[in-house]
């Protein structure tokens, strides 16, 4: 069997999608995600250019090979738009692996390790009674786990608060939104939302919530720190990780427990993290760390210091990836929870899932690969549109994490 085409497929149903199409001289075809959001055509000049050109007469079935010759051919190794493009080969490799040999991805991973993926959902509120009537709303739907995000009073903007009733979607149309941020106000403020769910709720459900790289390592132990009486899950993405030592800071004074790793894209960035078990977490993805080869080695790497994965799985990332990741889960031993934001309608119309959601849980499927595909007629009615991510400033204008 030889790869006879590789077609970038770039599609905005509801927000843009960037789509890898890996095609045999048998016939058979497999898809990845190659998505990275508000750098979309980056990674699809990436494959279009450099990659797509090598794949074809390549060996579909050596899969392997093909993830070391992207890797190390590259010669500039690793970064976001390098791995995207390799993750995305490689889950479309395995999905032709999937359907050469009639097995759903976990299985040919090493079978299921559990009956279902429990994921976690996303409760929003503008303020504290908005955001517990969302999470009530979730524990109707059978959501074990529902992470909390809300805005802060006196604050203009806030990460992860959704802006209709629609799936939340960082990624502004038309140019960059300046959003503003005071790491005091938020301090003062959500350990009073986290106690006023526990006080409606009680400790029944899983909280979570990300903090979007927003303070200093000694801010986040002092976070970490106050909240401990609620118990959260996680505290996902406390300060920024490119200092991954910074890490044993919060450590020496909280054990409320950590998530990080949605912005990484190999092992590397997280290595430290994970031999010193600074994180309970690792959140990195199919699509973002180099596919399922990669996140594999991550995932094991991780297992013999007891940290469990936590995929990112924000609407950003696309139908296909939600899809794989599914089976990653169902199969990965050291399994913690996946995040599910949902998608637009016209995404999954664009995009046919095997995947079922049951009451906070959700399951792959079995049929052959990873269970997606992609429309692509009705992708082309759905122009590429481009949006970007925001970014943050403290009060005084100086430019912060977003
Ligand atoms: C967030 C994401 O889901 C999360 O945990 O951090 O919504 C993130 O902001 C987006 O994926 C960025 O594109
Ligand atoms: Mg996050």
């Known amino acids: 069997m030889k790869i006879v085409r590789a077609d970038v497929i770039v599609t905005c149903p509801g927000r843009n999608f960037v789509t890898l199409k890996v095609v045999t001289d048998e016939g058979v075809y497999g898809i990845g995600d190659a998505t990275l959001n508000g750098r979309e055509l980056a990674v699809a000049a990436y494959l279009k250019e450099h990659v797509c050109p090598l794949l074809i007469g390549r060996d579909p079935g050596r899969i392997e090979d093909i993830w070391q010759f992207l890797y190390k051919g590259a010669y500039w190794r690793r970064g976001p738009v390098t791995m995207t493009a390799i993750a995305a080969v490689d889950m479309a490799l395995w999905d032709i692996l999937g359907k050469v040999t009639g097995m759903p991805l976990y299985k040919l991973l090493g079978g299921a390790s559990r009956d279902s993926v429990m994921v976690y959902g996303h409760a929003t509120g503008r303020d504290i009674p908005e955001a517990l009537d969302r999470y009530a709303e979730h524990i109707d739907q059978g959501y074990q786990a529902i992470r909390i995000q809300c805005g802060v009073p006196n604050m203009r903007s806030v990460y992860g608060v959704s802006k209709g009733n629609g799936v939340y979607e960082p990624a502004t149309k038309g140019g960059v939104e300046e959003q503003s941020w005071s790491t005091e106000k938020y301090l003062d403020f959500v350990p009073k939302l986290f106690e006023a769910v526990r006080d409606r709720f009680g400790f029944g459900t899983h909280l979570l919530h990300d903090a979007h790289h927003r303070l200093t390592p000694i801010e986040a132990a002092r976070l970490g ?35 990080v790793g949605e912005v990484f894209n190999s092992i590397w960035d997280c290595k430290q993290l994970i031999e010193e078990q600074l994180i309970d977490y690792i959140r990195a993805t199919l699509t973002h760390a180099g596919g399922i080869t990669h996140l594999r080695r991550i995932a094991d790497f991780a297992s013999l210091y007891q940290v469990r994965t936590g995929c990112h799985g924000a609407s950003d990332l696309s139908p296909v990836c939600m899809g794989a990741a599914l089976h990653f889960d169902l199969w990965v031993p050291n399994f913690g929870v996946q995040e599910y934001m949902g998608f637009p309608e016209a995404a999954l119309e664009v995009f046919p899932h095997a995947w079922q959601f049951d009451r906070g849980t959700m399951h792959p499927g079995d049929v052959p690969g990873h269970g997606v595909d992609i429309d692509e007629a009705l992708a082309a009615r759905y122009p590429y549109d481009p949006a970007y991510l925001p970014v943050a400033r403290l009060e005084d204008g100086t430019l912060w994490n977003w």
């Not at 720190?225 to 993405?237: G, M, N, Q, S, T």
């Not at 991954?244 to 427990?257: A, N, S």
């Open 225 to 259: 720190k106050a909240v401990e009486p609620y118990r959260l899950f996680w505290i996902e993405d406390p300060t920024p990780a490119e200092n991954q030592e910074g890490f044993r800071l919060i450590r020496e004074h909280t054990v409320t427990p950590i998530a």
